[in-house]
């Protein structure tokens, strides 16, 4: 199991630890560094911020958000960026929600969510193949566009870049168990949101047939601290936001995905709370046990048990979110 580096999205402003915490991270063997957008920064600039001052490490997005470019554009600027790293970049995909979607990329959030990603990925794969000029007689992703809006003077185009790398890791962020299904078909990995080592049967169904290399690679918060419950609160707020704010109160992945962990009862009642404004109330809600299974906090021993368990299933990289170096380290010495 190899370790990459999340680092998330800013919040108000520029991180000025990224760089650092990379840097630090490909010191210490970790395979990759990997950042994310929401409706704020954008997932490429700073990763390309970050290639220009690493050599080695892997770049990944975890996840760039299909509603905030055309799939072209998105291949645009994996290719772009993988040729700058020398073939470093990882393309992680997500879909985001509704609320997103149309509240803020002001898109319609697609009524058939397998499809809209299954063009996307295909459009994105012609791409950077170059085989022929991109074509697809898409629902969603129709390359020429051929809209009754249209002037209809488009014709298929060729990527004038040569990409340096046709088969350029593409992984997606899916959460339903279709969704699931249908990356492992697609894909080259997945990103679960949530991964606990102690519940496969949560995928189980959704991850049969696996082809060879493909990709799991969940993100974990990590801190080594003395005090779990303490340690548990930053994750426990994470939680608090996705379940309780990302989404609406009648359709939020993130709380259905909760539900299906085992915990429904405790993820209505966390989003009850958020969407009520007791925002404190609705992380304290968060289950000390759910926020634990699903990171790695704690004094250095537990850690280094609880890591045991991540390495006995199916995960092949673990992403970890944490902005502390020694907590890093800490992983790197406990996973060599």
Request: proline share 7%.
């Amino acid at each position: 199991m190899r370790l990459g580096l999340a680092l998330g999205y800013w919040g108000r402003g520029p991180s000025a630890d990224h760089v650092p915490l990379a840097q630090e991270a490909e010191r210490l063997g970790y395979h990759s560094v990997w950042t994310a957008e929401s409706w704020g920064s954008d997932a490429f600039t700073p990763l390309t911020w970050i290639a220009a001052q690493t050599s080695r490490i892997k770049l990944g997005t975890a996840v760039a958000q299909m509603a905030a470019r055309s799939p072209t554009t998105t291949a645009m600027h994996a290719l772009t960026l993988d040729h700058l790293s020398g073939g470093r970049m990882m393309l992680g995909l997500g879909l985001s929600g509704p609320q997103v979607v149309e509240g803020w990329y002001g898109r319609p959030f697609p009524k058939s969510p397998l499809t809209a990603t299954r063009e996307y990925v295909d459009v994105v794969r012609q791409v950077l193949r170059r085989e022929a000029p991109v074509e697809l007689d898409g629902r969603f992703h129709s390359h020429p566009y051929r809209g009754p809006d249209g002037t209809g003077l488009g014709k298929p185009l060729k990527s004038i870049t040569h990409p340096l790398r046709a088969e350029l890791p593409v992984l997606l962020g899916a959460e339903g168990p279709k969704n699931i299904a249908q990356t492992t078909r697609i894909a080259d990995g997945w990103l679960p949101l949530y991964w606990s080592p102690t519940r496969p049967q949560a995928y189980e169904a959704s991850l049969t047939d696996l082809p060879e290399g493909f990709l799991i690679a969940p993100m974990a918060r990590a801190h080594v601290c003395d005090d779990l419950t303490e340690g548990l609160l930053p994750v426990k707020a994470m939680l608090g936001f996705y379940i309780g704010g990302m989404g609406h109160a009648a359709r939020n992945f993130h709380a259905d995905l909760m539900a299906r962990m085992g915990f429904e009862e405790e993820a209505r009642r966390v989003q009850e709370l958020f969407l009520a404004g007791r925002r404190e109330e609705a992380v304290l809600a968060v289950p000390d046990a759910f926020a634990d299974e699903i990171s790695l906090v704690g004094p250095r021993e537990r850690i280094a048990e609880r890591l045991e368990l991540w390495r006995k299933g199916p995960v092949t990289d673990l992403l970890v979110l944490s902005s502390d170096p020694h907590t890093l380290r800490v992983l790197a010495e406990l996973n060599s």
